[in-house]
């Protein structure tokens, strides 16, 4: 979710251009740097207070990494090498040292791709469409917002993502009847539709909610879904 969020932010500046196009005039544009400029500045005490503040709570708050690497840095004699360094940071758990956590944010990055890429070309196309308005564009960003919030980032991969937003917009498109085609019990394929799945994710022993079943129906089920015709 945080990555798929910092992907955004770096559209942010592109999808503001494209709802404004035609509407700023070299005037407005300057005046606004202008402002932003002069808020920056005002704010430089506070931001810097803020900085000061944090880093010497740190100390007190937050016993991380740092902290773990310190001591064993302290238990050593002398000057220390990079390969030191380099192993005393290696001897830190983490997520990154396993294959599984490097799949897992391989994963993580292919999707957030797919989900930038996928609403840039969705927004673009509304603002370069023939009688495109500012009113276009804001109806195009609230259908892609409401697509995220049915289908989180972490929710389904990236093919299915692309296949479903592909529908998303269709009139005839159901989320409830959404099909999707399962492994069963006996390893043969079968199909189920969405309100199935979510409806055996909440009924489960793990009482799943909606997002919950569909992702393990994709991580357990090897889940595909089926595009409408």
């Known amino acids: 979710m945080i990555l798929s969020r910092l992907m955004e932010q770096m559209l942010n500046d592109e999808i503001q251009a494209l709802e404004n196009i035609g509407s700023h005039t070299l005037f407005f544009r300057i005046t606004k740097r202008s ?20 880093i010497f ?24 090498s990079d390969r030191e360094y380099s192993s005393f940071i290696a001897s830190v758990p983490n997520l990154m040292q396993t294959e599984e956590g490097y799949r897992s944010l ?30 276009s564009v804001y109806k195009a960003r609230q259908e892609w917002n409401n697509f995220r ?4 980032l972490g929710m389904i991969p990236s ?26 019990p006996d390893g043969t394929r079968q199909l189920t539709t969405y309100k199935d799945i979510v409806e ?15 992702k393990r129906a994709f991580e357990k089920f090897d889940a595909v879904y089926v595009p409408l015709m």
């Not at 991380?64 to 220390?80: C, E, H, L, S």
């Not at 919030?149 to 989180?152: S, V």
Request: glycine letters at 6%.
């Open 35 to 54: 402002f932003d400029i002069a808020i920056c500045i005002l704010l430089m005490p506070v931001l810097m207070f803020m900085s000061f503040a944090l």
């Open 57 to 80: 709570l740190n100390i007190f708050l937050n016993k991380g990494k740092v902290y773990f690497v310190q001591k064993r840095m302290d238990a050593t004699k002398g000057a220390i």
């Open 106 to 135: 391989l994963n993580l990055m292919e999707r957030a791709n797919t989900a930038a890429v996928l609403r840039s070309e969705h927004l673009r196309s509304a603002a370069m469409s023939e009688g495109s308005s500012k009113q």
């Open 149 to 152: 919030r049915n289908f989180p």
């Open 159 to 184: 093919k299915s993502m692309t296949e479903v937003w592909g529908d998303y917009n269709k009139p005839d498109f159901n989320k409830d009847n959404m099909v999707f085609s399962v492994l069963g």
């Open 200 to 214: 055996g994710g909440r009924n489960s022993r793990d009482n799943l909610t909606a997002h919950s079943s569909i």
